[in-house]
């Protein structure tokens, strides 16, 4: 059976054994969706108008916690990423755009450290 993976970086799909995973845990709590915000418009010709309530942008960070799987078991959402694509990774913050929260320095900088004891040491 071929598990083919795609790089959230370079978009390009590889074998898993081929990429790095790193997983997002729930911890605690789980974070607000949605701020209670409704506000009443008038509208055109006396109608009134709703406005949706609005989405969170920034998810609260605290809530999660990130490691490197190195398994490629661990539960939660999950993000691959190649070799290549590592440093490229940490100076776009490209898992805060898949894990659509916030992501601690502190991941990257584990992130480079793990690959720099893996992929430099040969």
């Known amino acids: 059976?071929?598990?083919?993976?795609?790089?959230?970086?370079?978009?390009?799909?590889?074998?898993?054994?081929?990429?790095?995973?790193?997983?997002?845990?729930?911890?605690?709590?789980k974070p607000k969706q949605s701020v209670d915000i409704e506000k009443k418009v008038a509208g055109e010709r006396g109608k009134k108008k709703v406005v949706k309530k609005e989405k969170l942008k920034e998810k609260d960070?605290?809530?999660y916690r990130y490691e490197i799987d190195v398994k490629g078991n661990a539960n939660g959402r999950g993000c691959h990423l190649c070799a290549d694509c590592?440093?490229?990774?940490?100076?776009?913050k490209a898992l805060n755009r898949n894990f659509k929260t916030i992501v601690p320095d502190e991941v990257y900088i584990n992130l480079a450290k793990h690959w720099y004891t893996v992929y430099t040491k040969k």
């Open 1 to 29: 059976m071929n598990k083919d993976r795609m790089c959230c970086v370079c978009r390009m799909r590889k074998d898993v054994s081929e990429l790095i995973r790193i997983a997002r845990h729930k911890d605690g709590e």
């Open 61 to 63: 960070k605290y809530n």
């Open 86 to 92: 590592i440093e490229k990774a940490i100076k776009t």
